[in-house]
């Protein structure tokens, strides 16, 4: 009879040379068992998913500075009671004057002044003298009976009347008589000084009260407190437990070479376990079943599905 690999848990195995090809592994628990074959019930633990979490153990908050407001006692002059500005009216005065009113105007007027003749006697001539001619003798007109006659130029003188005549000596005329403006004596007021408006101003009335005045106000400074964080590496686990039937390697099938070849896979993945010495010891198996529990394989065992994960021929 062969001898079995106990590895905890406890297992069932039968033995089975690595040259026969059988399946690495079976969906169920009822897989059919061959002779020279090694199975294990092992189980198959939630499969752990580290990352790493940046965890908020503070947020981050406004932070407020107030510096209180420096002030300062003093005296203040208040205004109790306003100037004003009024007015008062100043009435006008008057005074007494004596003076001439004119009641009538100064006319002027124009008169005919008649004109003035003077009697004289006047020579008339009623009739100018004048030429005549009378029939006369004259040389040759006696004898002669050629019928010729002969006429004598008499000058018949002027007659003359004396006659009383109206002589003008000034002609008639005008002349503008002025006649002078009539005045009367009156008295009576007048202004001597207008009515004036003058200014009243009344002063404010004031008084001192204490006060309190800000010499530095108040200030308020604001500052943000950044988050406090940290980074933590966490666990989640996938999948349920379960207990599964998988095909294992026989103990007389450990060779060296396979267990070295194991021991050089978990190593390039980051499990320790010493020195690769091809001996399937404590460290080598705990190294194993942690990546059987990393990769949601049946952990306990040396099974064909871990080997083909690994990629260990």
Request: net charge negative; proline share 7%; glycine share 4%.
């Amino acid at each position: 009879m062969r001898s079995f690999l106990w590895l905890p848990p406890l297992f069932v195995a039968a033995s089975f040379s690595l040259a026969t090809p059988v399946a690495a592994q079976q969906p169920d628990q009822t897989a059919t068992i061959s002779a020279g074959q090694c199975w294990v019930n092992a189980p198959i633990k939630p499969r752990p998913i580290h990352e790493e979490v940046e965890v908020v153990l503070q947020e981050s908050s406004v932070r407020y500075a107030v510096t209180p407001a420096q002030l300062r006692e003093g005296v203040q002059q208040v205004v109790t009671r306003e100037g004003v500005k009024t007015y008062r009216v100043v009435p006008a005065t008057f005074k007494e004057v004596t003076e001439q009113v004119e009641v009538k105007p100064e006319t002027q007027r124009s008169v005919v002044v008649p004109a003035v003749y003077e009697a004289r006697e006047a020579v008339l001539t009623v009739e100018a003298a004048k030429t005549v001619l009378e029939p006369c003798q004259a040389a040759g007109t006696r004898y002669g009976n050629n019928g010729a006659m002969a006429f004598c130029a008499t000058e018949v003188p002027a007659r003359e009347e004396t006659v009383m005549v109206n002589v003008l000596v000034e002609p008639e005329t005008t002349r503008v008589i002025t006649e002078p403006a009539v005045y009367e004596t009156v008295t009576r007021w007048v202004i001597d000084q207008p009515a004036r408006v003058v200014e009243v101003t009344t002063e404010p009335q004031l008084a001192n009260v204490a006060v309190v005045e800000t010499v530095n106000p108040e200030k308020v400074e604001q500052r943000t407190e950044p988050a406090v964080t940290r980074t933590m590496n966490i666990t989640k686990y996938e999948g349920e437990p379960q207990i599964v039937l998988r095909q294992a390697v026989c103990d007389s099938d450990l060779q060296p070479g396979l267990i070295s070849r194991l021991q050089a896979a978990l190593s390039s993945r980051g499990y320790s376990l010493g020195n690769i010495d091809s001996k399937l010891g404590q460290r080598t198996v705990a190294a194993l079943s942690d990546y059987q529990a990393d990769n949601g394989l049946a952990i306990g065992a040396v099974t064909y599905e871990s080997l083909e994960s690994l990629g260990v021929r």
